[in-house]
């Protein structure tokens, strides 16, 4: 059973006193540092949230800058091609111009030859033909 003496009031005294050492040693400091540490949090993020966004944008700049540089790579060759296709083009043209013109005129040489050929044959054809008639004949002619 419970009695009421000056004890319990002594008691009542303790634990206030007590509570308020307790609350003024360790739940004021431990209640600071865990703001604290929940104020840097929340600033640590809004900076993680900046660079984010920071990093978009330039990534963003690089990627158009990439874009941009292929696209001229791309034109620089295109008109390389199309110069060494054209290059190439003439080349071939002024070769087959150059094999055009020597074959005439080896035709034409050979043409000639052909004629002077004929020319001799012709007229060593009447003194073929009386040497064989002699000699299938057996006798002059």
Known sequence: ???????LVIQIVNMVVLMFLLNAVLYKPVKKILKERSEKLNGMQEDITGFEKKSAVRQKEVDAKMAKASGKAKAALDNARAGAQAAGDEKLAAIKAEADTGKGEKIAEIRSQVEDARKEL???L????????TKILGRSL
């Open 122 to 124: 012709q007229a060593g």
């Open 1 to 7: 059973m419970i009695t009421m003496d000056i004890t």
């Open 126 to 133: 009447d003194g073929f033909a009386t040497d064989m008639a």
